[in-house]
């Protein structure tokens, strides 16, 4: 599996996200409350650009004209048929039998273990040949 930086903590504040393209995928990285989760960007209902819906809370009831919202800012929902997800698993609420959305892991690492010295410049050898200069790959 292989580790893409994609963003600093401060581009992602809490009760934000931000859209990347990892490797051909646009995959959404939202901070939920300090934590962090990643979803593509796809909708398996209908294939919409599910990232760009709102984020809001989970609606329960009790009965008729009564109603609480909870987990406020954990639901995204698509754009365009309102399916709601759970951005901490990536399970749908209106299938959760059979559809979520694809998720990955996300971590936090400082800068100073991704960037690590000393850097090297991949070199090449070169030879001069009757007055021309060749690098070889």
Excluded at 9 to 37: A, M, W
Excluded at 92 to 114: F, L, M
Aim: hydrophobic share 35%; net charge negative; glycine share 10%.
């Amino acid at each position: 599996m292989s580790h893409h930086v994609v963003a600093t903590v401060d581009e992602i504040p809490p009760g934000t996200h931000k859209l990347v393209s990892v490797r051909g995928r646009e995959i959404g990285v939202f901070n939920v409350k300090g934590d962090y989760y990643a979803l593509l960007n796809r909708c398996p209902h209908a294939g919409a650009s599910l990232c760009r819906g709102r984020v809001g809370g989970l609606v329960v009831s009790d009965g008729p004209g009564e109603y609480e919202i909870l987990r406020e800012g954990e639901i995204l929902r698509c754009p365009w048929h309102g399916w709601e997800y759970d951005i901490r698993t990536g399970q749908s609420w209106c299938d959760p039998e059979k559809v979520n959305t694809r998720q990955y892991r996300v971590t936090i690492e400082p800068g100073a273990r991704i960037a690590k010295g000393p850097y090297i410049a991949e070199t090449f050898p070169v030879h001069v040949d009757q007055n021309y200069v060749v690098v070889e790959i």
